[in-house]
Structure formats: C-alpha cells, structure tokens
C-alpha cells in the first residue's frame, strides 16, 4: 500500500479516536469466496474491510465488533465503526440518527 494511502488511513482512525498499534492484513479476496472471507474475519474484533477497486479509488469501513455468525445490532453508542472512501478526508461516522449502524449478518457481515 503506497505511503500516502496509508497516511490517509491513520488520519481516519484518529477521527474516531483508535490509536492503531499494530495491523496485519489477514485476506486478500480477488477470486476467493464470501465463505473463505467469513472464516478467515469472523469473530475477529477491530477490523478494517478495504476494497481497491480497479478503476482506482479505496472504499471500506471499520467497526471495533467483530463479525460474528449470530444475526443482532449493535449500538452506536457502545462502538466505534465509520465508512471510508479514498477519495475524501474526511469519514462517514455514525452520529445517532440510526442507533444501530452495524448489524451482525451470518450471510453479510456488519
């Protein structure tokens, strides 16, 4: 990952205020199966999902609870979680209007 994308992500995670200690990438998913992402990221707490699409641009989103296989919300309150595009600065954040901006979807995801 080029220097100034990772600088831009940093930059995200202090919007929402995670201090990022360490990171490891633990998929790549072009030609894999939503099963192979499921059991390489489920139940795996404080994960980035980032898409690099081929006609350029970084899309993706963070949530601090992790995939899991039961189907429930989770509240805003009680978590950090944001969607990111490259191409801007700033972060979508979750700021009330929906209470519960991640669901845990056995099939989908958060």
Known sequence: MENDMQQKLLSY??????????ASC??????????????ACDERRNLLVLIQLKEGGVYGGFTENGWCKTNNYVDYRKTKSFLLNSNYDKIAKFNGRCNYPTQHEPKTGP
Do not use: W
């Open 13 to 22: 995670f202090q919007q929402v205020g995670v201090n990022i200690k360490n």
């Open 26 to 39: 633990i998929f790549e998913g072009y030609g894999k199966t939503i099963e192979m992402f499921h059991s």
